[in-house]
């Protein structure tokens, strides 16, 4: 492929990707799930001078313990700051912030491209099947469900998939040509650089660091003596780790002065996890005390949800047909180099979150870290079915254009799945705006506007608090009587709660009575409805001074 090729397909594919991403984030009018609304809120503080604050408090495990509250206690910054110059040159709409997921996310397909391109040139295939791999690959990514849902939703996922991604681009072409690399290797000095910022991102990006740890090793195999074999090993790492502690270490001096630690907060303890909710937790927050008396039937029956969520729910189902194809072709494709660092990374990820954060990653853990994982099943996917495809063609006499078979199929069939997550997220974004609106109207026609009864104990309190504009307190999944001790700690005076079972044990827990139950005074006027007439957001009035 000639450089003006190689420009003109990545420049194509980009362009799709754009468009369709467009197509998804006009679906989404509201910022869902939760953490999507905070990177958004955060950066609209920031842009109108307030600051890296929140007004939600939604963890309780870090001091301080103030409203506004110190952002990013556990999740991290960079999402914040690409939507940043879009909210200040654009106004501070969740539109605005849209603009810089689109971009972002649609960058993926053309390291889809790239990725399958470097495949092709490995598996020395003819230029026709090398193309239409290369190509076929970027236009399935920006296609593809799960790709195109987080151009809709500008949080973490997108730049966390574009920095580790294009680190294993880097890593495999160091891989595949170690010879050359000295410590000004721009290769290496990139490969840290890209590493740094998707920590900035995600906390998973220490496994695809560790993934380079492993496979450097591997790439001075063919260095001969023991002693030169070390020496080229700490070439590979020293400057990728030196440039990723350059970027990361600001962030680290911030949160140690803010939060008191440099460490990753609460994530840490996300390994205790006896529900979701434990996130949550104010009087009764996660030990490792408290997780160990569940038993090994339930430490163990959580692994197994994990790995079902994981799989099922995050790997198969929502990326049908590519998922289910890249994991069955992926066995021919173990000892590819291309492939190497991304495919153990994937696996580390993988492990960490069904084995170490078993139930954290049933609210999301692996979801927001598996855009690199969907990558690598779109590019094994394409390259399974180009395997499949020369066979039969071989066997059947075909001529040369049956190599647009698998990408045309797979488009064929990607479309379909496409329109189904778009719709999908539109409507429940839709319906969370519709509900939060009213509250507003409810609670104001109620006599209780909630901006004069702040702070505000909410269920979903990132919502609340960035559609009321008002201080927030998560709810703990806890008694009334822990309830009521939160809300005197903070001088809250409304419960605003979602009729939801799935979500949380309240507000049923009041139905059970107990100590301070009486204390919560439901106010029928303030309530939201359904569109089936049912109960959809209760607000109850803290009675007890």
Aim: charged share 15%.
């Amino acid at each position: 492929m000639t450089r003006r090729e190689a420009i003109v397909s990545a420049a194509a594919i980009f362009g799709l990707a754009v468009a369709v991403r467009i197509v998804a984030a006009a679906a989404v009018p509201f910022a869902v799930p939760e953490d999507t609304a905070y990177y958004w809120g955060v950066a609209r503080n920031a842009v109108e001078g307030r600051g890296l604050v929140s007004d939600a408090l939604w963890s309780y495990y870090l001091p301080p313990l103030t409203l506004p509250r110190p952002a990013f206690e556990i999740w991290l910054p960079l999402p914040t700051f690409l939507s940043l110059p879009f909210l200040a040159v654009l106004g501070t709409t969740f539109r605005s912030a849209q603009v810089a997921g689109v971009l972002v996310s649609a960058i993926v397909p053309v390291l889809a491209w790239r990725l399958a391109a470097d495949l092709a040139e490995e598996r020395r295939l003819a230029p026709l099947r090398g193309r239409v791999l290369a190509v076929g690959s970027g236009i399935v990514a920006a296609l593809y469900g799960p790709l195109v849902l987080y151009g809709a939703l500008p949080d973490s996922t997108a730049p966390f998939t574009v920095a580790a991604v294009s680190a294993c681009i880097l890593m495999e072409r160091v891989v595949r040509d170690p010879r050359g690399a000295r410590l000004a290797d721009p290769r290496l000095l990139g490969i840290g650089l890209l590493l740094g910022l998707a920590a900035l991102t995600r906390n998973e990006a220490a496994w695809y660091a560790l993934a380079w740890v492993g496979v450097a090793w591997g790439a001075t195999r063919a260095v001969a003596g023991e002693g030169a074999r070390i020496r080229a090993y700490v070439r590979l790492l020293a400057t990728p780790a030196l440039a990723a502690i350059a970027v990361y270490v600001p962030w680290t001096i911030r949160q140690w002065a803010v939060f008191g630690t440099p460490l990753p907060g609460q994530a840490l303890s996300n390994a205790y996890f006896r529900t979701g909710n434990d996130v949550f937790g104010w009087a009764d927050k996660p030990t490792l005390g408290a997780w160990l008396a569940q038993g090994p039937a339930k430490l163990v029956s959580d692994r197994v949800d994990a790995f079902l969520h994981n799989t099922l729910a995050v790997l198969l189902i929502p990326a049908l047909p590519v998922g289910p194809i890249g994991i069955v072709a992926l066995p021919w494709f173990l000892r590819s180099v291309v492939l190497r660092p991304l495919l153990v990374g994937a696996a580390l990820t993988f492990l960490a979150t069904t084995l170490v954060f078993p139930v954290a990653t049933l609210w999301g853990t692996f979801l927001h870290a598996g855009g690199p994982i969907h990558v690598l099943l779109v590019v094994s996917a394409m390259a399974g079915l180009d395997m499949l495809v020369a066979w039969v063609a071989t066997r059947r006499g075909w001529g040369r254009g049956s190599a647009l078979l698998a990408p045309a199929a797979v488009i064929l069939f990607t479309i379909p799945m496409l329109f189904v997550t778009i719709t999908g997220i539109g409507a429940v974004s839709t319906e969370a705006e519709r509900r939060y609106r009213a509250l507003l109207d409810t609670t104001t026609g109620a006599g209780i506007p909630l901006a004069e009864n702040a702070p505000v104990i909410a269920d979903f309190p990132i919502w609340l608090a960035e559609t009321a504009r008002v201080p927030a307190l998560a709810l703990p999944q806890e008694s009334p009587a822990d309830v009521l001790d939160l809300a005197r700690t903070f001088g809250a005076k409304l419960l605003v709660v979602s009729v939801e079972p799935a979500h949380g044990e309240w507000p049923a827990i009041l139905d059970a009575g107990g100590e301070a139950a009486g204390c919560f005074d439901l106010v029928p006027e303030a309530t939201v409805r359904a569109d089936d007439g049912s109960d959809a957001i209760r607000v109850y009035r803290i009675a007890c001074p």
